[in-house]
């Protein structure tokens, strides 16, 4: 057996999405964005979800809270397969996945050099308190505010 043909490697990927869709639930259309944001994103998001499950504390409470149901409908509307015991915090990095960055966390990213269109709405999130944990940082982002 041969490499295969270009036709034949769509007909491949075109099978797997399909099973990824039936198998996850996933809405038509969302697929392939899904499988793009889960693939570049699942390792990061594991390992800042398990770092505020270890350390509550140093977190809001509500990111340990249950989802809500008006998560649960957005997740259900983008095709996003989810364990039923997420919390909210899951759910919001989750659907973050699909939406641009806010305007203040791009002009936060800019201002600091960092190119906010390589970010969706949760990566900038994380990315912002990130520079934030810098006082020096915060420091200057209030001096530019104030100015």
Do not use: C
């Not at 693939?39 to 809500?68: A, G, I, M, V």
Request: charge should be neutral; avoid cysteine; proline fraction near 5%.
């Amino acid at each position: 057996m041969g490499v295969p043909s270009g036709i034949e490697l769509i007909v491949i990927l075109s099978a797997i999405l399909l099973f990824i869709r039936y198998k996850n639930k996933i809405k038509p259309g969302n697929e392939i964005e899904y499988t793009k944001n889960m693939l570049k994103h699942r390792s990061f998001l594991e390992s800042n979800w398990k770092e505020f499950k270890s350390n509550p504390q140093k977190y809001p409470e509500w990111f340990q809270d249950p989802f809500t149901k008006r998560q649960k409908e957005k997740l259900r509307d983008l095709g996003v397969p989810h364990d039923k015991t997420i919390t909210k915090k899951q759910a919001s990095d989750l659907i973050g996945l699909f939406n641009d960055p806010r305007d203040e966390d791009d002009e936060i990213l800019d201002f600091f050099g960092v190119d906010p269109d390589n970010h969706n709405e949760t990566t900038a999130r994380y990315k912002v308190r990130e520079i934030f944990l810098d006082k020096n940082n915060y420091r200057k982002w209030e001096e530019y505010q104030d100015s």
